[in-house]
């Protein structure tokens, strides 16, 4: 199968403090990794796609230093919400695409569900 | 005018029966249709996704699309009270995929 992880599940944090998720492809190696974020009862928006070896492509809106992305391996992205406040506590989901392949070929992680008091 | 519109629902259907959700979508550029099941508290899990105007089958789920109405929908065949969960559309352009609201279907049994 195609299996992609994330790490934490869930976490708590201070305002103020950064949090950092990991978001791994456990048995296919991972080119393109996406981030989304879910608030309650909306849908899924994609905050930025990840391509390992170089920057990450943000959406419009969506605060690149607020939100730093790093691809270091075929295997790895992780996201840092740098400073976070309430406002950003959300459902952060990560999906890789294994190649070769195209949408079809994009698995999602868990989820990390973030709580900043 | 939403990108991709999905009756948010709830859709109640009694077990056995066919589901029919439906999703429209703006962007005439959108190259490839993809349906998500999502559970509570979880991530989406894909169903199935279509390319072509026409129908598609895969076991109890037919995905229809009509491009000329930007119109896809899905079809859940004798539904079970496992089919109960959130149903995302997501139209893809240069593999961006863009998600409905979604919509909530409960099976009776």
């Known amino acids: 199968g195609a299996v992609v992880s994330q790490h934490p599940s869930w976490v708590i944090c201070k305002s103020g403090t950064s949090v950092k998720i990991e978001c791994r492809s456990l048995?296919?190696?991972?080119?393109?990794m996406f981030w989304y974020r879910q608030f309650p009862k909306q849908s899924l928006m994609l905050m930025a796609t990840?391509?390992?070896?170089?920057?990450?492509?943000?959406e419009q809106g969506v605060e690149k230093d607020k939100f730093l992305i790093n691809h270091a391996s075929l295997t790895l992205s992780t996201l840092t919400v740098t400073s976070a406040h309430p406002e950003d506590s959300s459902f952060y989901i990560c999906?890789?695409?294994?190649?070769?392949?195209?949408?079809?070929?994009?698995?999602f992680g868990p989820g990390t569900r973030l709580t900043v008091l | 005018q939403k990108e991709v519109e999905q009756n948010s629902g709830p859709l109640s259907v009694p077990e056995g029966a066919i589901a029919s959700l439906n999703c429209t979508y703006s962007?005439?550029?959108?190259?490839?249709f993809f349906w998500y099941r999502q559970y509570s508290g979880k991530s989406p899990e894909l169903i199935m996704f279509i390319y072509s105007n026409g129908d598609k089958e895969d076991g109890r789920f037919t995905a229809q699309l009509n491009k000329a109405s930007q119109y896809v929908s899905l079809l859940i065949r004798d539904s079970q009270p496992s089919d109960s969960a959130t149903y995302l559309c997501?139209?893809?352009?240069?593999?961006?995929?863009?998600f409905g609201t979604g919509t909530r279907l409960t099976i009776i049994p």
């Open positions: 990840s391509n390992e070896g170089s920057k990450a492509t943000y």
């Open positions: 997501a139209p893809a352009v240069n593999e961006k995929l863009t």
């Open positions: 048995d296919f190696q991972a080119t393109t």
């Open positions: 999906s890789a695409r294994r190649e070769p392949g195209g949408t079809d070929t994009q698995y």
């Open positions: 962007d005439r550029g959108s190259q490839s």
